[in-house]
């Protein structure tokens, strides 16, 4: 289980994923998917450096996310924060996670929804008889 601001970072770097994916061949040598530690600072302006950084640092052991220096793939160092040369992109694990986290939540509300609906059509019938 994922704190919201570790989802809401898998959910941008998804839709980043998802938008170069779309683009024509001609635009993807001028855009890329991966998403910099700046740009995910911005997305939570009230927090610590040290939080968001330690956030991020969790993402890339757990290998939800992977960075792209070579050979570092899963950790990075203060100074590549520093300098902004920290670049990230969401992993397969991170993909899976939303997409279970979206099955799960239909599992609990399809049967909800259909219980609701018998409930209604028993006192409908009720009513009616």
Not at 94 to 106: A, D, N, R, T
Request: glycine share 4%; net charge neutral; charged share 25%.
């Amino acid at each position: 289980m994922l704190s919201k601001k570790s989802e809401k970072i898998l959910k941008e770097l998804l839709q980043k994923e998802k938008d170069f994916e779309i683009l024509p061949e001609s635009e993807k040598e001028l855009n890329t998917s991966k998403t910099s530690y700046s740009e995910i600072r911005e997305m939570f302006p009230l927090s610590s450096h040290i939080s968001t950084a330690m956030l991020v640092k969790y993402l890339l052991e757990e290998k939800y996310i992977y960075n792209h220096i070579g050979g570092k793939e899963n950790t990075f160092e203060i100074k590549n924060l520093e300098m902004g040369t920290l670049k990230i992109v969401i992993g397969e694990k991170g993909i899976s996670y939303l997409e279970h986290k979206k099955y799960v939540l239909m599992a609990k509300t399809i049967p909800l929804i259909i219980a609701a609906l018998s409930f209604i059509f028993s006192i409908y019938t009720f009513i009616t008889s």
